[in-house]
């Protein structure tokens, strides 16, 4: 059984930076993508970012600002955020991909969620 859990979220002042950590329990962790979605009160889950053996990926909303690393020795993954405003509220879930594979982009493609961060933004 897979389990991720969040940390690192908290209330920062806009401009202000947050590293959001995810650690895995379970065996081949290095072997799957890992993602980062968010979700504020009222919307839909969307996606921040994702790490794969091809790449990283970022929504346009956050790229630039943002940097998603893994270290796999440790069965963690990391989102880096900085700069960041107020709109960037939200409960932060890291997510790892499904054996089927699938877009990152998608939450349907991930099968195993954590619990969520908070990460607030005041203005």
């Known amino acids: 059984q897979v389990q991720l859990v969040e940390s690192g979220g908290g209330l920062v002042q806009a401009g202000g930076s947050l590293r959001l950590s995810c650690a895995a329990s379970g065996r081949s962790f290095s072997s799957y993508a890992m993602g980062w979605f968010r979700q504020a009160p009222g919307k839909e889950r969307e996606f921040v970012a994702a790490?794969?053996?091809?790449?990283?990926y970022y929504a346009d909303s956050v790229k630039g600002r943002s940097a998603i690393s893994r270290d796999n020795a440790k069965n963690t993954v990391y989102l880096q955020m900085n700069s960041l405003k107020p709109e960037d509220t939200a409960v932060y879930y890291c997510?790892?991909?499904?054996?089927?594979?699938?877009?990152?982009?998608?939450?349907?493609?991930?099968?195993?969620w954590g619990q969520g961060t908070q990460v607030t933004v005041s203005s």
């Open positions: 997510a790892r991909i499904g054996d089927g594979g699938g877009s990152y982009y998608y939450p349907g493609s991930y099968d195993y």
């Open positions: 790490i794969s053996w091809s790449g990283t």
